[in-house]
């Protein structure tokens, strides 16, 4: 078998391009495709628990934990204690970190547009289904 026939490495290729896209984008904002995504996962009223941050995203806690402290360096985001429990921290976005957050939130819509206006709704709709599937499988074999 072909790598270009197997599933990963079709999935690996988009996702290599679509991060390197992303990331163009990113770099004029002094950030990241990774630091956008973590901005778009942070509840914009509550904040989000540090620890639900890594596992949502598929991280894990060194990585977010760098890309934590860069984003508090940039003044994107700030920690504060979880006011029920003093032991965990909470990520809030700053003004700043809203701002870069509704950045990061055009580019992510835009390039969905982009990507349906090329497809049917039929052909979406296939494609997550499949998607679905192989994360399920993925589940189940673990």
Do not use: C
């Amino acid at each position: 078998m072909l790598p270009e026939d197997t599933i990963d490495y079709n999935i690996r290729k988009t996702w290599y391009k679509i991060s390197k896209m992303y990331n163009r984008t990113a770099t004029e904002y002094m950030a990241s495709m990774a630091l956008g995504m973590i901005i778009l996962n942070i509840d914009i009223m509550e904040g989000t628990p540090s620890t639900q941050l890594g596992p949502s995203m598929g991280m894990e806690a060194t990585s977010l934990s760098r890309s934590l402290n860069k984003l508090e360096d940039l003044g994107v985001i700030e920690r504060k204690p979880d006011p029920n429990d003093k032991r965990k921290v909470v990520i809030h976005l700053t003004p700043m970190g809203m701002d870069s957050r509704e950045v990061a939130k055009k580019v992510v819509i835009n390039f969905n547009e982009t990507i349906f206006s090329h497809f049917t709704k039929k052909e979406i709709h296939t494609f997550f289904t499949i998607l679905k599937k192989i994360n399920k499988v993925i589940d189940e074999t673990k």
